[in-house]
């Protein structure tokens, strides 16, 4: 019907949607005929008689849309009660869940299939594919200037190595003239410090010879000019001509000599008891000041840099595996600030510590792909637009997934792992930190079974529970059972959750390699300048007593009594703290809450995450209040007064959250925390400003050849799949196996499983058997 149809309003819309859904239903049912008809036809099986058409009928919403079933021991089929009820003309709320997700997903995929959807995805397709080109086209141009860049550099080494074999041939022959001088006296101290360096070739025939037989900078093998290009990279991260890299004990060293030769000089000049002689003159006086003050000033650095630069020491090594720009700067700060890098009088360049000078160059090269990413982020935007489906950004080494959707906050990034199959009646406890992810088999199965009985033809000699175990693999690894498996979905959203994962990530693993690049990336577009963070940490610093004491609060796991029961009185009038037997209540520890959390960064202010935890702790922390003004007796001549404020204790709740998280709570956030939990078990809430709800995302279907449509699901596809697959881990594969029986020259195994796959491509058979022989080969 058109938009403006008769029949077509806001109450018929819903009996519409029925009866589109039965028809695209009955469309399907006739496609999947088709296909199965010209299967059968293609194997020379015969038709299939009227009684199984419609027995195969009745089981291809199961077999399809297997999510669209009840549960394992209840096989309703969703699709067709929701339509018979929507087509006798009830309601549409009153369906159950379940079967509104089963018409909505029929609308959904019908309109996926639509010609007009067709050809917006076959454009998108186009479109990326393009974007896809010229991103590596500025990548190719990009190894290109690298390569150049790289060429550069080591044309600037050989020269400098060849100007430095040179400048230190003339300082030696310098010293050999002066010697000679010693003996002769032709000439003066002065004047040979004045020779130029044409007077000193000229000085002599084999001075000439030997200079002109100096290496050519062609001629320095490539360990030389490697070792220099890379003190030229030092020396350019540290912005000098000269750098000296120190480790620790050679700079307490080097601060220990400079102090005693400043008391030295002091004692020279006599002491500070030298003040006292009123025969002194100015210049002599002001130059013990300076002393003593400089003296002063190295023994309180050298009580007070320790501490600090252990820290900034810490922060380092914890910055150098990590790889960000942000977290590269600040450590790079810190360390300056900890007195680590300084300039070095003897060769009028800059001193560091080793560790620094690691960190400033993983900085520098950070800072180049950094350049690299915002030129070719035009290009990445264009290419992200022409959205087809969301792919993981990543596995690690457990093949847990993890994945950035789109519409989401930056910096949120999903996880996804598989359920741990109980075994047996032991109670399993989670780690502290650690979510519970162990379920029991019948609590992770959803969906309709699968039909396992004709995976094999009946003159087949293969085992046939082999065949449903390696099946049964697509939905969990342990291949327990022919349902769909639910997964377990977490959510990184703080930057230190994401840098713990990326600091557990290893780059010797390939896989884990690859994530690791793509999770830094993603923290790099997250820009989290908390002005507040930044406040207490110049307050912390500039009063350091008070940040002691902040620390040494006590935090206790008993005797809230009075606290909590303070907290009650003060909040009685809360609307959502009504707890049922709240004056039942004694103490808050030991108690359930379901704390809401604000998300760190988002778009939507009003969205936030709950998460279920456990009150064991609390404390009495210092809060800023203003004192109330008192009244004055003479309103006429009221003059404004400076607010005051003072200092007072409050009681804060901590709760431990089951997925890891710390939280402090105050009375307030304590009892409304805790109505929400008794709420939630009672399925009396409904949190409708949680951060999942705001979540959108797209849709994609087939996005390959048009011809190759029709053929995506036939034996041919899959075995070309397979060959290709084959070739792609072929080479990574056989160097990390024992016995090379596979594609060894011994074997013939490999060459006879391709020439299979070519020959027997159209033999479903031929194709089973094929990827038993390639999973038993690697696997």
Same mark, same amino acid.
């Given at each position: 019907?058109?938009?403006?149809?008769?029949?077509?309003?806001?109450?018929?819309?819903?009996?519409?949607?029925?009866?589109?859904?039965?028809?695209?239903?009955?469309?399907? /049912?006739?496609?999947?005929?088709?296909?199965?008809?010209?299967?059968? *036809?293609? !194997?020379?099986?015969?038709?299939?008689?009227?009684?199984?058409?419609?027995?195969?009928?009745?089981?291809?919403?199961?077999?399809?849309?297997t999510?669209?079933?009840?549960?394992?021991?209840?096989?309703?089929n969703?699709?067709?009660? %929701?339509?018979?009820?929507?087509?006798?003309?009830?309601?549409?709320?009153?369906?159950?869940?379940?079967?509104?997700?089963?018409?909505?997903?029929?609308?959904?995929?019908?309109?996926?299939?639509?010609?007009?959807?067709?050809?917006?995805?076959?454009?998108?397709?186009?479109?990326?594919?393009? %974007?896809?080109?010229?991103?590596?086209?500025?990548?190719?141009?990009?190894?290109?200037?690298?390569?150049?860049?790289?060429?550069a550099?080591?044309?600037s080494?050989?020269?400098?190595?060849?100007?430095?074999?040179?400048?230190?041939?003339?300082d030696?022959?310098?010293?050999?003239?002066?010697?000679?001088?010693?003996?002769?006296?032709?000439?003066?101290?002065?004047?040979?410090?004045?020779?130029?360096?044409?007077?000193?070739?000229?000085?002599?025939?084999?001075?000439?010879?030997?200079?002109?037989?100096?290496?050519?900078?062609?001629?320095?093998?490539?360990?030389?000019?490697?070792?220099m290009?890379?003190?030229?990279?030092?020396?350019?991260?540290?912005?000098?001509?000269?750098?000296k890299?120190?480790?620790?004990?050679?700079?307490?060293?080097?601060?220990?000599?400079?102090?005693?030769?400043?008391?030295?000089?002091?004692?020279?000049?006599?002491?500070?008891?030298?003040?006292?002689?009123?025969?002194l003159?100015?210049?002599?006086? =002001?130059a013990?000041?300076?002393?003593?003050?400089?003296?002063?000033?190295?023994?309180?650095?050298? @009580?007070?840099?320790?501490?600090?630069?252990?820290?900034?020491?810490? #922060?380092?090594?914890?910055?150098? $595996?990590?790889?960000?720009?942000? +977290?590269?700067?600040?450590?790079?700060t810190?360390?300056?600030?900890?007195?680590?890098?300084?300039p070095?009088?003897?060769?009028?360049?800059t001193?560091?510590?080793?560790?620094?000078?690691?960190?400033?160059?993983?900085?520098?090269?950070?800072?180049?792909?950094?350049?690299?990413?915002? *030129?070719?982020?035009?290009?990445?935007?264009?290419?992200?637009?022409?959205?087809?489906?969301?792919?993981?950004?990543?596995?690690?080494?457990?093949?847990?997934?993890?994945?950035?959707?789109?519409h989401?906050e930056?910096?949120?990034?999903?996880?996804?792992t598989?359920?741990?199959?109980?075994?047996g009646?032991?109670?399993?406890?989670?780690?502290?930190?650690?979510?519970?992810?162990?379920?029991?088999?019948?609590?992770?199965?959803?969906?309709?079974?699968? =039909?396992?009985?004709?995976?094999?033809?009946?003159?087949?000699?293969?085992?046939?529970?082999?065949?449903?175990?390696?099946? =049964?693999?697509?939905y969990?690894?342990? &291949?327990?059972?022919?349902?769909? %498996?639910?997964?377990?979905?977490?959510?990184?959203?703080?930057? @230190?959750?994401?840098?713990?994962?990326?600091?557990?990530l290893?780059? !010797?693993?390939?896989?884990?390699?690859?994530?690791?690049?793509?999770?830094?990336?993603?923290? @790099?577009?997250?820009?989290?300048?908390?002005?507040?963070? #930044?406040?207490?940490?110049? +307050?912390?610093?500039?009063?350091?007593a008070?940040e002691?004491?902040?620390?040494?609060?006590?935090?206790?796991?008993?005797?809230?009594?009075?606290?909590?029961? =303070?907290?009650?009185?003060?909040?009685?009038?809360?609307?959502?703290?009504?707890?049922?037997?709240?004056?039942?209540?004694?103490?808050?520890?030991?108690?359930?809450?379901?704390?809401?959390?604000q998300?760190?960064?988002?778009?939507?202010?009003d969205k936030?995450?709950?998460?279920?935890?456990?009150?064991?702790?609390?404390?009495?922390?210092? #809060?800023?209040?203003?004192?109330?003004k008192e009244?004055?007796?003479?309103?006429?001549?009221?003059?404004?007064?400076?607010?005051?404020?003072?200092?007072?204790?409050?009681?804060?709740?901590?709760?431990?959250?089951?997925?890891?998280?710390?939280?402090?709570?105050?009375?307030?956030?304590? $009892?409304?925390?805790?109505?929400?939990y008794?709420?939630?078990? %009672?399925?009396?809430?409904?949190?409708?400003?949680?951060?999942?709800?705001?979540?959108?995302?797209?849709?994609?279907?087939?996005? &390959?050849?048009?011809?190759?449509?029709?053929?995506?699901?036939?034996?041919?596809?899959?075995? /070309?799949?397979?060959?290709?697959?084959?070739?792609?881990?072929?080479?990574?594969?056989?160097?990390?196996?024992?016995?090379?029986?596979w594609?060894?020259?011994?074997?013939?195994?490999?060459?006879?499983?391709?020439?299979?796959?070519?020959?027997?491509?159209?033999?479903?058979?031929?194709? /089973?058997? &094929?990827?038993?022989?390639?999973?038993?080969?690697?696997?």
């Amino acid at each position: 019907p058109t938009e403006k149809a008769a029949y077509m309003n806001p109450f018929t819309w819903a009996q519409m949607a029925g009866a589109a859904a039965r028809r695209i239903l009955h469309r399907r /049912k006739r496609r999947w005929n088709e296909i199965d008809d010209a299967l059968r *036809a293609a !194997q020379n099986h015969p038709p299939l008689t009227v009684p199984q058409r419609r027995e195969r009928e009745m089981q291809i919403v199961s077999r399809v849309l297997t999510e669209c079933h009840g549960p394992p021991k209840d096989e309703t089929n969703f699709v067709d009660v %929701a339509i018979d009820h929507l087509c006798s003309g009830c309601h549409y709320l009153d369906l159950l869940p379940a079967a509104r997700l089963c018409v909505l997903r029929l609308l959904i995929e019908a309109a996926y299939d639509s010609k007009r959807i067709g050809d917006t995805v076959s454009g998108n397709y186009n479109q990326r594919t393009t %974007a896809m080109k010229a991103l590596e086209k500025e990548k190719r141009e990009a190894k290109k200037e690298a390569k150049e860049k790289a060429l550069a550099d080591e044309a600037s080494a050989r020269e400098k190595l060849a100007d430095e074999a040179k400048e230190k041939f003339l300082d030696d022959k310098r010293e050999e003239i002066r010697k000679l001088n010693e003996n002769s006296h032709d000439l003066t101290d002065e004047m040979v410090d004045s020779l130029t360096d044409e007077e000193i070739l000229e000085f002599d025939e084999d001075i000439k010879a030997d200079y002109e037989a100096l290496p050519a900078p062609e001629t320095f093998t490539k360990s030389q000019v490697s070792k220099m290009v890379e003190r030229m990279h030092e020396e350019a991260a540290f912005d000098t001509d000269v750098l000296k890299v120190l480790s620790l004990d050679e700079i307490l060293y080097r601060e220990r000599t400079v102090l005693e030769e400043m008391e030295g000089q002091l004692v020279g000049f006599g002491g500070e008891e030298a003040l006292m002689d009123t025969s002194l003159d100015r210049e002599t006086i =002001r130059a013990i000041e300076g002393l003593r003050k400089d003296i002063e000033k190295a023994k309180a650095l050298a @009580e007070k840099l320790p501490a600090t630069r252990e820290k900034a020491i810490e #922060q380092l090594k914890d910055a150098v $595996l990590d790889g960000t720009i942000k +977290v590269l700067r600040s450590a790079v700060t810190a360390a300056k600030k900890a007195k680590l890098s300084g300039p070095d009088d003897e060769t009028g360049g800059t001193w560091a510590l080793d560790l620094l000078r690691d960190a400033a160059l993983e900085l520098e090269n950070a800072k180049q792909n950094k350049k690299l990413i915002d *030129a070719q982020k035009d290009l990445i935007a264009k290419r992200n637009k022409c959205f087809i489906r969301t792919e993981p950004i990543g596995r690690d080494r457990y093949q847990n997934r993890f994945w950035k959707f789109d519409h989401e906050e930056e910096g949120s990034i999903w996880a996804e792992t598989e359920y741990s199959l109980k075994r047996g009646e032991e109670e399993y406890q989670a780690p502290e930190g650690y979510a519970n992810i162990v379920r029991e088999p019948g609590m992770i199965e959803v969906g309709a079974q699968d =039909r396992e009985e004709d995976f094999l033809d009946a003159d087949s000699n293969m085992d046939l529970e082999t065949c449903r175990s390696f099946s =049964r693999k697509e939905y969990h690894s342990a &291949g327990f059972s022919p349902r769909l %498996a639910i997964n377990h979905w977490g959510c990184h959203t703080s930057e @230190e959750s994401l840098r713990k994962v990326i600091k557990s990530l290893d780059n !010797q693993i390939h896989r884990e390699k690859a994530l690791k690049t793509s999770l830094k990336e993603s923290l @790099e577009k997250v820009d989290k300048q908390d002005n507040e963070q #930044q406040q207490e940490s110049q +307050v912390e610093e500039e009063n350091p007593a008070a940040e002691s004491h902040e620390h040494t609060e006590l935090i206790r796991a008993e005797g809230d009594e009075e606290v909590f029961g =303070r907290a009650k009185s003060d909040h009685s009038d809360a609307k959502d703290a009504q707890i049922e037997n709240l004056g039942e209540l004694i103490s808050a520890l030991g108690q359930k809450v379901r704390v809401r959390l604000q998300l760190d960064g988002a778009r939507d202010s009003d969205k936030a995450r709950y998460e279920t935890g456990t009150v064991n702790g609390w404390k009495l922390k210092p #809060q800023q209040r203003e004192i109330p003004k008192e009244p004055s007796s003479d309103s006429d001549y009221e003059i404004e007064e400076e607010a005051k404020t003072e200092t007072v204790k409050i009681p804060v709740w901590r709760v431990f959250t089951e997925l890891g998280n710390l939280v402090w709570l105050d009375g307030l956030e304590l $009892l409304e925390s805790m109505a929400r939990y008794e709420k939630s078990q %009672a399925n009396q809430s409904y949190e409708h400003d949680a951060a999942f709800l705001a979540y959108r995302n797209t849709m994609g279907r087939f996005c &390959g050849k048009a011809s190759d449509a029709a053929y995506a699901s036939s034996p041919f596809t899959f075995a /070309k799949f397979m060959l290709k697959k084959e070739v792609e881990l072929y080479p990574k594969l056989k160097i990390r196996s024992y016995d090379e029986f596979w594609g060894g020259s011994k074997s013939g195994e490999r060459a006879a499983w391709t020439n299979k796959m070519k020959d027997y491509a159209f033999d479903i058979s031929a194709v /089973k058997q &094929g990827l038993l022989t390639l999973e038993n080969a690697f696997f």
